[in-house]
């Protein structure tokens, strides 16, 4: 991972692909040397969800946690004119015309995104409204496929009411791997002013929180502003990092009182492994 982080930071750009996927803002796919796929994500005037600081600062915060949901990001500053070129040569009419009007400056050359490690042979993966109602109801009974995958979404309402993610419900923002675990992607709606719809919507999500688990517990446990300043400082603001912890202090809470009300019925079954 070291590796591949540095790579994305500085490692020389083999090759720049207009991203073909459908959607709402601009991607690019990269080769950077010696041999890493690399997703980019540029910061777009227009769309508040395409903070690269997001992505980054969802990757840290998961990492920090000691889980690995996340593909690993970085904040990189491309040169705008060498991306220009390549959608004239290769990119749609509209993501060309889009990449001028939503994301190059007349100012500067500079390109501002998020570089993500490609999650090679992963799959897009939406939960059904079943699984998402079993995850939901702590009685209901769980196949072993279910158990892993309710693992890894419980996580995912964690570290999304963790970073104040409004956007994991939208479509195309969760991979499956070819290990059947699931991958969070699209972070860059995280962090950012709290605003009423967004606390709303958040605290709405914690109904599929249904399920406790010590390690999730000793794992929110663990935050401290000092270790959270550390991880992420240079990417979140302090007021940022500042409502991570109060967020947190929510988690906590609604996972001691699941454990109180409910200890062992309701906790999920499994121990498993970061992915
Ligand atoms: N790191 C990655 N590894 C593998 N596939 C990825 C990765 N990141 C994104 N993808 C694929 O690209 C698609 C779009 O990526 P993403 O969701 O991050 O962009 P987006 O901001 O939602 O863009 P849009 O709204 O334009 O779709 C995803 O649905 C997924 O299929
Ligand atoms: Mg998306």
Same mark, same amino acid.
């Given at each position: 991972?070291?590796?591949?982080?540095?790579?994305?930071?500085?490692?020389?750009?083999?090759?720049?692909?207009?991203?073909?996927?459908?959607?709402?803002?601009?991607?690019?796919?990269?080769?950077?040397?010696?041999?890493?796929?690399?997703?980019?994500?540029?910061?777009?005037?227009?769309?508040?969800?395409?903070?690269?600081?997001?992505?980054?600062?969802?990757?840290?915060?998961?990492?920090?946690?000691?889980?690995?949901?996340?593909?690993?990001?970085?904040?990189?500053?491309?040169?705008?004119?060498?991306?220009?070129?390549?959608?004239?040569?290769?990119?749609?009419?509209?993501?060309?015309?889009?990449?001028?009007?939503?994301?190059?400056?007349?100012?500067?050359?500079?390109?501002?995104?998020?570089?993500?490690?490609?999650?090679?042979?992963?799959?897009?993966?939406?939960?059904?409204?079943?699984?998402?109602?079993?995850?939901?109801?702590?009685? $209901? !009974?769980?196949? @072993? *496929?279910?158990?892993?995958?309710?693992?890894? =979404? %419980?996580?995912? +309402?964690?570290?999304?009411?963790?970073?104040?993610?409004?956007?994991?419900?939208?479509?195309?923002?969760?991979?499956?791997?070819?290990?059947?675990?699931?991958?969070?992607?699209?972070?860059?709606?995280?962090?950012?002013?709290?605003?009423?719809?967004?606390?709303?919507?958040?605290?709405?999500?914690?109904?599929?929180? $249904? !399920?406790?688990? @010590? *390690?999730?517990?000793?794992?929110?446990?663990? =935050? %401290?502003?000092? +270790?959270?300043?550390?991880?992420?400082?240079?990417?979140?603001?302090?007021?940022?990092?500042?409502?991570?912890?109060?967020?947190?202090?929510?988690?906590?809470?609604?996972?001691?009182?699941?454990?109180?009300?409910?200890?062992?019925?309701?906790?999920?079954?499994?121990?498993?492994?970061?992915?």
């Amino acid at each position: 991972m070291a590796d591949a982080l540095d790579a994305m930071a500085t490692g020389r750009i083999l090759s720049i692909i207009p991203g073909n996927t459908s959607g709402r803002t601009v991607k690019v796919n990269l080769v950077v040397a010696p041999n890493w796929y690399v997703f980019f994500k540029p910061r777009h005037r227009v769309h508040l969800f395409t903070r690269p600081q997001g992505e980054v600062g969802a990757f840290r915060l998961n990492r920090l946690l000691g889980m690995n949901h996340v593909p690993p990001a970085v904040v990189r500053t491309l040169d705008g004119s060498v991306i220009h070129s390549a959608f004239k040569r290769r990119g749609t009419p509209e993501r060309l015309e889009q990449l001028q009007r939503e994301v190059l400056s007349p100012a500067t050359d500079d390109l501002t995104g998020a570089l993500l490690l490609w999650v090679q042979g992963a799959r897009n993966f939406e939960p059904s409204p079943a699984l998402l109602g079993r995850m939901g109801d702590a009685g $209901a !009974r769980l196949s @072993p *496929a279910e158990e892993v995958l309710i693992w890894d =979404l %419980s996580w995912m +309402v964690i570290l999304d009411h963790l970073t104040n993610n409004y956007d994991r419900h939208t479509g195309g923002n969760i991979l499956r791997a070819k290990s059947g675990r699931l991958v969070f992607i699209d972070n860059g709606a995280a962090f950012g002013p709290d605003r009423d719809w967004k606390a709303a919507r958040r605290k709405d999500l914690l109904r599929l929180l $249904a !399920r406790h688990h @010590p *390690a999730f517990t000793a794992a929110l446990r663990r =935050l %401290s502003p000092r +270790v959270m300043a550390a991880c992420a400082g240079d990417v979140l603001s302090a007021r940022d990092l500042d409502e991570v912890l109060s967020r947190r202090d929510e988690l906590v809470e609604h996972l001691a009182a699941l454990e109180r009300k409910c200890p062992t019925d309701c906790r999920i079954p499994r121990e498993l492994e970061a992915p």
